[in-house]
């Protein structure tokens, strides 16, 4: 059974601070990895995607994928109140479909 | 641009009854998809269709069964509710998941089996 693996939270951090979200995958020949943003009560929404070992950088957040041990990242750098919300990590897990995290709550507080 | 619509927004069934949840999508995506969404369990996808003609089981399908009318529609039955099948549902549609493209999510069904 391939696994995606996300502390459930609540993050808190404080409004300006830097949010690191982390994600484990369990298939090692996973190619492609997602990152949801979904406020309460809404649908996720697509924020980042990342298929190469390294850093790549979108306005606030920066994910950061390392392959060899097996883990996602998700950096919101000045971290805002809106920013608030679950975090869901997804990561493809076969041709047509993708492995949703449980997610991780974040709470920015003011 | 709608994106993804499904309909209704809510319901409540009677343990045993049937209803189908509609999902339309308007962005010419080849790939559609099912979730459902329960505290601590995530999102779990109960079916697919990767293309207009095909349909694929997920993780969950006991219970359920899915039509995809069109290359824009793909509709979710439950055929006799139970309350194990109380959750938000949501439909997802994608243009090239095979090439690492993400989801575009339709904004859920909020579904009460009592």
């Known amino acids: 059974q391939k696994e995606v693996e996300q502390n459930s939270g609540p993050l808190s951090v404080p409004e300006g601070a830097i949010a690191s979200l982390n994600c484990t995958y369990s298939?090692?020949?996973?190619?492609?990895f997602f990152w949801y943003r979904q406020y309460s009560g809404k649908s996720p929404e697509l924020i980042m995607f990342?298929?190469?070992?390294g850093d790549k950088e979108d306005g606030r957040f920066t994910a950061q994928l390392n392959k060899a041990s097996q883990y996602v990242s998700l950096l919101i750098r000045d971290s805002q109140p809106s920013d608030s919300a679950t975090y869901l990590c997804?990561?493809?897990?076969?041709?047509?479909?993708?492995?949703f995290g449980t997610g991780t709550r974040l709470k920015v507080l003011a | 641009n709608a994106g993804v619509t499904q309909t209704p927004k809510f319901q409540v069934l009677k343990t045993g009854q049937s209803m189908t949840l509609q999902c339309a999508q308007d962005?010419?995506?080849?790939?559609m998809y099912w979730y459902r969404q329960d505290p601590g369990m995530g999102l779990r996808l109960i079916y697919y269709?990767?293309?207009?003609?095909?349909?694929d089981k997920g993780e969950v399908p006991n219970g359920y069964n899915v039509s995809r009318l069109n290359k824009r529609e793909f509709s979710l039955r439950l055929e006799s509710a139970a309350p194990s099948q109380t959750s938000v549902y949501f439909c997802?549609?994608?243009?090239?998941?095979?090439?690492?493209?993400?989801?575009?999510f339709g904004s859920g069904t909020r579904l009460t089996v009592v």
């Open positions: 997802a549609s994608s243009e090239a998941p095979g090439k690492g493209y993400g989801y575009t």
């Open positions: 962005m010419n995506h080849n790939s």
């Open positions: 997804a990561v493809r897990g076969g041709t047509y479909k993708y492995i």
């Open positions: 298939d090692r020949g996973s190619q492609s």
């Open positions: 990342i298929y190469s070992n």
């Open positions: 269709s990767a293309s207009e003609g095909t349909t």
